[in-house]
């Protein structure tokens, strides 16, 4: 079997192996491909895998001799899932593999706005704290987590796990969403979406982007926190309206805005939020340790596995 890799480089930018892969095929594995030779490096290969490179309808009909999509994520919407089904094609992907990776960052970005660890080493290595008169020093305010309380927005894997992260830091955990269960029943209190906004210090984002979850950080909801709310994004950016977001942090409605992911990735450089002191912004990384990584590795290639032995598995589309 001929496979094809789309766009490896950010899954394996060298320090992972696609073994698993080349046990199973004959495998061309490309770093991205731009849109315009999608077609001609498919060429007559029967397995596709992707990252975000989109799979159309017309590169489909392009290259009939595909038989397998797999998607080295979890969202799949880059690859237009009616027109292979149409075709019988399988699309698979990877449903978890960064939960705790995930979870881990919504704590590293919270902890960022509770020490800025970073600006204070660099400070240092500066020669602020040789100069400085007295023993110690800080340049920012510096805040405990423990006592103050937790919203958590979509309390699923990642949702639940950085409320279990939470508790251990003494916070109380609040959360929302539309499907409760005796899993997250043991970690937080569940409440509507109003008073989730009305008593939470650290809002965090772990729902899904649909429609009605588009734009849901708004001048709206914003208008319903406390002042001096903490708000976390590692879910996607389209779930907060920047400009709405970026006003109450320049007003310091909002006290600080830590976010993995953007409304458009890679980021504007006219995003609102770069020109925002009181926001921490990282290049959607949380779900990139090594670690989950190679887990997503092991899957993927399990995927295309069980569909050559006839058994396919993380089918989404058929
Ligand atoms: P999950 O499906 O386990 O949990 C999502 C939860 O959101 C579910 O419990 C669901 O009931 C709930 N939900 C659905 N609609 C909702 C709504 N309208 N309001 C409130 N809650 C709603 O998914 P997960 O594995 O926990 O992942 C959560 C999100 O994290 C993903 O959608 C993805 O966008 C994001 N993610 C980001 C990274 C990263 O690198 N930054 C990595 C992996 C996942």
């Known amino acids: 079997m001929k496979i094809v890799i789309l766009d490896g480089y950010t899954e394996n930018p060298g320090d992972l192996s696609w073994e698993e892969f080349e046990a199973l095929g004959e495998v061309t594995v490309y770093d991205r491909t731009p849109k315009e030779m999608i077609v001609e490096r498919i060429g007559d290969a029967q397995a596709v895998i992707t990252n975000k490179t989109p799979m159309t309808r017309q590169t489909l ?7 397998y999509i ?12 009616g027109a292979a089904k149409e075709k019988g094609i399988p699309v698979t992907n990877i449903p978890t593999y ?57 309390f699923g894997r990642i949702g639940q796990a950085a409320g279990k992260i939470a508790k251990a830091f003494g916070m109380e955990v609040l959360s929302y969403d539309q499907y409760p269960n005796d899993a997250g029943r043991q970690i937080g209190e569940y409440v509507s979406l109003d008073e989730l906004y009305a008593r939470s210090d650290v809002i965090s984002l772990h729902c899904p982007l ?109």
């Not at 797999?70 to 899932?81: M, P, Q, S």
């Not at 960064?98 to 919270?110: D, H, I, K, S, Y």
């Not at 960022?112 to 204070?120: I, L, N, S, T």
């Not at 849901?216 to 879910?235: D, F, P, Y």
């Open 70 to 81: 797999g998607v080295l994520a979890t969202g799949y919407n880059v690859v237009d899932t």
């Open 210 to 318: 649909f429609p009605e979850t588009t734009g849901m950080i708004n001048k709206e909801s914003i208008a319903k926190m406390k002042k001096g709310v903490i708000i976390i994004n590692t879910s996607r950016g389209p779930l907060i309206v920047e400009e709405d977001l970026a006003e109450a942090l320049h007003q310091g409605k909002v006290y600080a805005a830590a976010c993995d992911v953007v409304s458009t990735e890679p980021i504007r450089p006219e995003n609102p939020l770069l020109g925002c002191y009181n926001s921490i912004l990282t290049p959607h990384i949380a779900w990139a340790p090594k670690e989950s990584r190679s887990r997503l590795m092991d899957i993927a290639a399990q995927n295309l596995k069980a569909f050559i032995d006839g058994a396919p598995v993380n089918v989404v589309n058929l």
């Open 61 to 67: 009909d392009n290259c009939p001799s595909i038989r």
């Open 98 to 154: 960064g939960t705790t990776a995930v979870a881990q960052m919504v704590f590293a970005l919270l902890l960022e706005v509770c020490h800025h660890v970073g600006a204070h080493s660099q400070a240092v290595k500066d020669g602020a704290w040789s100069r400085n008169p007295d023993w110690c020093f800080w340049n920012y305010p510096l805040i405990e987590l423990a006592g103050k309380t937790m919203g958590i927005i979509g």
